[in-house]
């Protein structure tokens, strides 16, 4: 039997899964573990602090359950705990690994799809109080102004399966109309929560007519496999036998059922628990 040397796939809650799902779609000859920390979930309004320390921990599990490469699928982990890692933690414990986020290769898009240089972002209050995706695209794209609107309740309604509900409509609009009413020339959505892709069809209802919806799983799995390319000193060390194995930190028959949704198919996890970290 070949030695299992996975992807690696964080979330702090369920909407990682749409990432990993996409994922497995452009590269499915590669084996993958999923880490839902749906104990601790939502991470948005938590501190800069307690977002690294939580993600530091899953990132550890991961390394420890073989996973060479690991990608921080959940937007807040990103903007508030991957450069720290990257610097801190991988530079001194880990060189030979990588942990590679979801808000740059984001960015780096924006570029070939806004036309007014006019972009807004929805997401939870960790990501847009972080101002990582003003920051990333600033580098990037300086003449390109970035909006952005805090969506508190949004993961709740999808996470309790309220996503076709007049109550998902109403804030949904909610949301949407904050964010024009700080510029109505916005012609770019970035859904900058994984979350959300979920609620598509609300969002389809209430934007104005020609604004572009960014598909951060796409350009995410795209990127990935870019990556891979670039580093073949890394794709080398991943195994490739089209497995997924799924953990959460919760209940394991409650992470199934909802989990089965997001991915499409079938889904069986396994409970596991997150050290504390140094």
């Known amino acids: 039997m070949s030695s299992i040397a996975p992807i690696g796939v964080f979330d702090s809650g369920f909407g990682g899964l749409t990432i990993l799902k996409k994922i497995v779609e452009l590269m499915p000859d590669y084996d993958y573990v999923f880490l839902g920390d749906n104990a601790r979930a939502p991470y948005g309004s938590r501190s800069f602090a307690t977002v690294y320390n939580y993600t530091l921990q899953a990132v550890i599990k991961l390394f420890d359950l073989g996973c060479p490469l690991v990608v921080l699928a959940c937007n807040t982990a990103s903007a508030k705990a991957l450069r720290t890692i990257q610097q801190d933690y991988i530079a001194k414990y880990c060189p030979q690994n990588r942990v590679l986020g979801i808000i740059r290769p984001t960015a780096e898009m924006l570029g070939n799809i806004t036309k007014t240089n006019k972009v807004g972002v929805l997401g939870t209050a960790g990501t847009v109080n972080s101002q990582s995706y003003i920051l990333e695209t600033a580098k990037l794209f300086p003449n390109i102004k970035v909006y952005q609107q805090a969506c508190p309740l949004l993961v709740p309604i999808v996470e309790n399966n309220e996503i076709d509900t007049p109550g998902a409509d109403y804030f949904v609009k909610k949301y949407t109309d904050s964010l024009f009413a700080q510029d109505a020339d916005i012609d770019t959505i970035v859904l900058g929560c994984t979350h959300y892709p979920l609620l598509i069809n609300s969002f389809k209802k209430f934007l104005p007519a020609g604004v572009s919806i960014v598909k951060q799983n796409e350009i995410v799995a795209q990127s990935l496999r870019d990556y891979l390319c670039r580093h073949p000193e890394i794709d080398a060390r991943l195994s490739k036998n089209s497995s997924i194995r799924y953990f959460t930190t919760d209940d394991s028959t409650l992470f ?16 596991i628990a997150l050290a504390g970290c140094m």
């Open 256 to 271: 199934n059922r909802s989990a089965s949704v997001f991915m499409g198919r079938n889904v069986e996890s396994e409970s």
